[in-house]
């Protein structure tokens, strides 16, 4: 019997471990904040400006980084859609003038600089566009912890998922789709506490 209640308690302890509960599929926001967080490593990508975006620009700030291209359709639009719901509530409070929006474009042969400054164009002029050489993506899309076009299910990020990267340039998180801007917002806002 006690070793029973041993197993029952030891049972009930993992699941009330953060990442370690088992998902629940009718939730509406999906946030992964179960690791403590690694670096991102140096790189250098150009932005919608033609000015380059390194991970220096990633320090004193809180960064949210879709991966996409603007070919992508449906997920980075709700991403970027969220997102500027997310900047329209925090927009009267001084956390926004610490939180950035970097979308990366994975495709540098049709994503220019212009053509990312369309795309953004009809979201929030604050938000950041930047693509790179295909072997500093890779190399980034590693340190993010990201596998691009993998399911949700695998607990990995996938077109129109956001990683959260702290103002260390550390990866503290993950937001996954379907987004709904209160909830969103709100676990940006704890995530920023739990640093």
């Not at 699941?15 to 904040?33: K, R």
């Not at 620009?57 to 359709?73: A, I, S």
């Not at 979201?123 to 990201?146: H, K, N, Q, S, V």
Request: hydrophobic share 40%.
């Amino acid at each position: 019997m006690k070793r029973w209640l041993a197993w029952l308690a030891a049972g009930l302890f993992a699941v009330s471990l953060p990442g370690l509960a088992p998902a629940t599929h009718n939730e509406s926001q999906h946030t992964d904040l179960s690791s403590r967080g690694w670096p991102v490593g140096d790189f250098s990508l150009t932005d919608q400006n033609g000015r380059a975006f390194t991970q220096a620009q990633l320090q004193g700030r809180w960064t949210l980084v879709l991966l996409g291209d603007t070919h992508c359709g449906a997920p980075c639009g709700a991403a970027l859609t969220a997102l500027t719901g997310m900047y329209q509530r925090i927009s009267t409070t001084q956390k926004l003038a610490t939180t950035q929006v970097l979308f990366v474009s994975l495709d540098p042969q049709r994503d220019t600089p212009a053509a990312l400054r369309r795309y953004l164009a009809p979201y929030d002029a604050r938000f950041m566009g930047a693509t790179g050489r295909p072997e500093t993506l890779a190399r980034m899309i590693d340190d993010l912890g990201a596998k691009p076009g993998v399911p949700p299910a695998s607990n990995a990020a996938y077109p129109g998922s956001l990683i959260l990267v702290g103002p260390d340039a550390t990866v503290r998180g993950q937001f996954l789709p379907p987004f709904d801007v209160p909830r969103l917002t709100a676990a940006y806002l704890k995530a920023r506490v739990r640093k």
